[in-house]
């Protein structure tokens, strides 16, 4: 028998989707920044300020809809326990 598969957490989830929305537009700027004519040292300084800001917005993405509901979840517990 298969061992359960573990679910990503919902951070997770949101970081991935992130990445996933972002994908599309990173190929596509891959392809023509590789495709023309420059040099080597420019195309992997594009390559890695691309990819730096994909992934540095989708980690902004994760913690912008992260923070709100870890409050939301505090303030619940907190109420929770009657701490008024």
């Known amino acids: 028998m298969a061992p359960p598969r573990r679910r990503l957490t919902h951070d997770w989830q949101i970081f991935l ?3 996933l929305s972002g994908a599309p ?3 596509l700027a891959m392809a023509l ?11 992997i300084t594009l390559t890695l ?10 980690l902004s993405v994760r913690t ?6 870890q409050t939301l979840a505090n303030l619940l517990s907190a109420l929770r ?3 008024f």
């Open 33 to 43: 920044l590789w495709t023309c004519e420059l040099s080597s040292q420019a195309q």
């Open 81 to 83: 326990e009657g701490d």
């Open 49 to 58: 300020l691309v990819a730096g800001c994909w992934l540095g917005f989708a």
């Open 17 to 19: 989707y992130a990445l």
């Open 25 to 27: 537009a990173v190929v």
């Open 64 to 69: 912008r809809v992260m923070r709100p509901l």
